[in-house]
C-alpha cells in the first residue's frame, strides 16, 4: 500500500510535467513513446524514481494533447446537473422573500451569485468576505461536520464506520450535483472522499495524501488545470493549512477554551492568507485588511447560518409528509432570514473601514 509521501511524490511528479509541457519543445508522441519506454523499464525494475519520471512525461504530453480542439457543447451530466441547479435555486425561493437575504442564501447553499446586488458584492470584497459566497471547502467541510455528527450514534465498529462514510459521501456528491457540479464544489467533495476511504484502507485518515490524491486525480483528468486560478488558491489553502497550522496553533498556550478556539480560528485564517492573500494580491492587486475582523464575526456567523439552511431545507421538506413540522419549519426561515440579515449587516460595516 502506497504511503503518503508516495501519493505527494507522484502528483508532484505529474504536476512538473504539466507545467513544464510548454517549456519542453518535443511534440506530444514523443513524451507518450518516452514514457512507455520508461514504464517497460519500471515493471522490470521496480522503483520510485522510475513511475516519477514516468508520470512526469505522461504530464508534458497530456498538456499537449488537453490542448487539441475540444468537443464543442457541455457534456450530459453537466447539463443534468445544472437543470438540478435551477431547480433547487427556484425551491429556494419559497424559504424567503426577494432581497438581500435570499440573495446571499442562493449564494452560500448552491454558489448562485446572479442576485447580488453590485453594492452588496462590493462590501462582501472589501471585507475579505467574497469566499464565503463562492463555494468551496469551508462550505462542503462544515457540510461534512454535521454529517459526521448526525451519524455518530451509528458506534464505532467496523460495519458502522463503512456505513457512515457511505451515507456521507452519497450525500456530499449528491449535494455537489445540486450545486452544478463547480470545480470547486468537486475538488473538495474529492479531497473528503480520499479522505474518508483512506481510513478504511490504512486505518488512519491522512489529510495530506488526500490533497495530493485529489490532485493527481484532477491533474490526469484535466492537464490544464493547474493554471486554473481556483485550482491554485483551494490547494494552497489547504496545504498552508495542514502545513502551518499545527505549528502557529501552538504560538498560544492557554487554559482558557475560549480564548483557544478564537486562536484557532483566527491562526487557520492567517495560514490561509499567508497563501491565498498573497496569490489574490498578485491576480488581483487587491489584499483584504481587516480579514481577521472578517473571520472573527463572519464565519461562526456563516457557521450558524449553514446550519440552519439545513434545517430549514430539511422541515420544509418534510413538512409535507408531517404536518407538525409546519410551524417548526416557518421558525427556522425567520430565524434564517434574521441571520443572514445581521451577516450581511455586519459585512457592510467592516466593508465602510476599508
Given at each position: 500500500?502506497?504511503?503518503?509521501?508516495?501519493?505527494?511524490?507522484?502528483?508532484?511528479?505529474?504536476?512538473?510535467?504539466?507545467?513544464?509541457?510548454?517549456?519542453?519543445?518535443?511534440p506530444p508522441w514523443m513524451y507518450l513513446v518516452l514514457s512507455l519506454t520508461i514504464s517497460l523499464v519500471a515493471l522490470r525494475r521496480p522503483a520510485l524514481p522510475w513511475l516519477l519520471l514516468c508520470?512526469?512525461?505522461?504530464?508534458?504530453?497530456?498538456?499537449?494533447?488537453?490542448?487539441?480542439?475540444?468537443?464543442?457543447?457541455?457534456?450530459?451530466?453537466?447539463?443534468w446537473a445544472a437543470g438540478?441547479?435551477?431547480?433547487?435555486?427556484?425551491?429556494?425561493?419559497?424559504?424567503?422573500?426577494?432581497?438581500?437575504?435570499l440573495a446571499v442564501l442562493?449564494?452560500?447553499?448552491?454558489?448562485?451569485?446572479?442576485?447580488?446586488?453590485?453594492?452588496?458584492?462590493?462590501?462582501?470584497?472589501?471585507?475579505?468576505?467574497?469566499?464565503?459566497?463562492?463555494?468551496?471547502?469551508?462550505?462542503?467541510?462544515?457540510?461534512?461536520?454535521?454529517?459526521?455528527?448526525?451519524?455518530?450514534?451509528?458506534?464505532?465498529?467496523?460495519?458502522?464506520?463503512?456505513?457512515r462514510s457511505t451515507v456521507i459521501l452519497s450525500l456530499l456528491w449528491a449535494y455537489a450535483l445540486i450545486t452544478g457540479l463547480s470545480a470547486s464544489i468537486s475538488r473538495a467533495v474529492l479531497m473528503i472522499s480520499f479522505y474518508e476511504i483512506s481510513g478504511h484502507l490504512s486505518g488512519d485518515r491522512d489529510a495530506l495524501s488526500a490533497l495530493f490524491g485529489s490532485a493527481l486525480i484532477l491533474l490526469l483528468a484535466d492537464?490544464?488545470?493547474?493554471?486554473?486560478?481556483?485550482?491554485?488558491?483551494?490547494?494552497?489553502?489547504?496545504?498552508?493549512?495542514?502545513?502551518?497550522?499545527?505549528?502557529?496553533?501552538?504560538?498560544?498556550?492557554?487554559?482558557?477554551?475560549?480564548?483557544?478556539?478564537i486562536w484557532e480560528l483566527l491562526s487557520v485564517s492567517i495560514c490561509c492568507q499567508?497563501?491565498?492573500?498573497?496569490?489574490?494580491w498578485l491576480y488581483f492587486g487587491n489584499f483584504p485588511r481587516y480579514f481577521l475582523l472578517t473571520t472573527l464575526l463572519a464565519i461562526p456567523l456563516t457557521t450558524a447560518v449553514m446550519y440552519t439552511i439545513a434545517a430549514t431545507v430539511a422541515t420544509n421538506a418534510l413538512s409535507s409528509l408531517l404536518p407538525a413540522l409546519t410551524t417548526?419549519?416557518?421558525?427556522?426561515?425567520?430565524?434564517?432570514?434574521?441571520?443572514?440579515?445581521?451577516?450581511?449587516?455586519?459585512?457592510?460595516?467592516?466593508?465602510?473601514?476599508?
Amino acid at each position: 500500500m502506497w504511503q503518503g509521501r508516495e501519493i505527494v511524490a507522484c502528483t508532484l511528479a505529474l504536476l512538473a510535467g504539466n507545467l513544464l509541457g510548454d517549456a519542453l519543445p518535443l511534440p506530444p508522441w514523443m513524451y507518450l513513446v518516452l514514457s512507455l519506454t520508461i514504464s517497460l523499464v519500471a515493471l522490470r525494475r521496480p522503483a520510485l524514481p522510475w513511475l516519477l519520471l514516468c508520470l512526469a512525461g505522461l504530464g508534458a504530453a497530456s498538456v499537449q494533447i488537453g490542448r487539441m480542439p475540444p468537443a464543442e457543447g457541455p457534456s450530459a451530466i453537466m447539463l443534468w446537473a445544472a437543470g438540478r441547479k435551477a431547480a433547487f435555486a427556484a425551491w429556494l425561493g419559497r424559504l424567503l422573500p426577494p432581497g438581500d437575504e435570499l440573495a446571499v442564501l442562493r449564494a452560500l447553499a448552491i454558489g448562485d451569485r446572479s442576485a447580488l446586488t453590485r453594492d452588496l458584492r462590493a462590501a462582501y470584497r472589501e471585507s475579505g468576505a467574497m469566499h464565503l459566497l463562492a463555494l468551496s471547502g469551508l462550505h462542503v467541510g462544515l457540510i461534512y461536520a454535521l454529517l459526521r455528527q448526525l451519524l455518530a450514534p451509528l458506534g464505532g465498529h467496523q460495519a458502522a464506520r463503512l456505513l457512515r462514510s457511505t451515507v456521507i459521501l452519497s450525500l456530499l456528491w449528491a449535494y455537489a450535483l445540486i450545486t452544478g457540479l463547480s470545480a470547486s464544489i468537486s475538488r473538495a467533495v474529492l479531497m473528503i472522499s480520499f479522505y474518508e476511504i483512506s481510513g478504511h484502507l490504512s486505518g488512519d485518515r491522512d489529510a495530506l495524501s488526500a490533497l495530493f490524491g485529489s490532485a493527481l486525480i484532477l491533474l490526469l483528468a484535466d492537464p490544464e488545470v493547474p493554471r486554473d486560478i481556483g485550482f491554485q488558491l483551494s490547494y494552497t489553502a489547504v496545504l498552508s493549512i495542514l502545513l502551518l497550522h499545527p505549528w502557529l496553533k501552538d504560538r498560544l498556550q492557554t487554559r482558557s477554551r475560549l480564548l483557544k478556539r478564537i486562536w484557532e480560528l483566527l491562526s487557520v485564517s492567517i495560514c490561509c492568507q499567508a497563501t491565498c492573500g498573497v496569490l489574490a494580491w498578485l491576480y488581483f492587486g487587491n489584499f483584504p485588511r481587516y480579514f481577521l475582523l472578517t473571520t472573527l464575526l463572519a464565519i461562526p456567523l456563516t457557521t450558524a447560518v449553514m446550519y440552519t439552511i439545513a434545517a430549514t431545507v430539511a422541515t420544509n421538506a418534510l413538512s409535507s409528509l408531517l404536518p407538525a413540522l409546519t410551524t417548526l419549519s416557518g421558525a427556522a426561515s425567520k430565524l434564517l432570514a434574521w441571520l443572514l440579515h445581521l451577516l450581511n449587516t455586519i459585512i457592510r460595516l467592516i466593508s465602510e473601514l476599508s
